[in-house]
């Protein structure tokens, strides 16, 4: 893996399907990130997407979830634009108070032929703007 494992919710692992991690354990390549002891609550979160959507009218949502437990209590406290087959990176900045992050993938596969598929999608933390990994 390129990037710092910790600092990583989704790690480039072709996306196919809805994505709604629950556990510290990386599946299908996502995972839910345990902020610990940390007192930081300003966070920037970047989405890097590799390739293009398998069609072009097919759409992937993004939202950043935190939550106090691992498995339930997930709410939204940011949103990317809905990504398309032209757009290549994307950042935003949020505030948490809570233990746990996650980002919850939901994809429309435009014309319902269960062929959707996304790969080298990587979602990464960053807590400053200077190591804000869109900025590199």
């Known amino acids: 893996m390129a990037f710092d494992e910790n600092l990583t919710l989704h790690d480039g692992t072709t996306i196919t399907a809805d994505i709604s991690p629950v556990s510290q354990t990386r599946t299908n390549g996502s995972v839910v990130i345990d902020l610990g002891k940390t007192k930081v609550s300003g966070l920037y979160v970047s989405l890097f997407t590799g390739e293009n959507m398998a069609e072009g009218s097919d759409t992937m949502q993004v939202t950043i ?30 505030i948490t108070s809570q233990r746990y992050l996650r980002a919850k993938i939901d994809i429309t596969d435009a014309d319902a032929g269960g062929d959707f598929s996304l790969a080298n999608v990587h979602i990464l933390l960053g807590t400053t703007p200077t190591n804000d990994v869109s900025q590199v």
């Open 65 to 94: 979830e935190e939550s106090a437990a691992v498995a339930s209590g997930w709410q939204e406290i940011a949103r990317f634009p809905e990504v398309t087959a032209a757009q290549r990176e994307r950042s935003l900045s949020f």
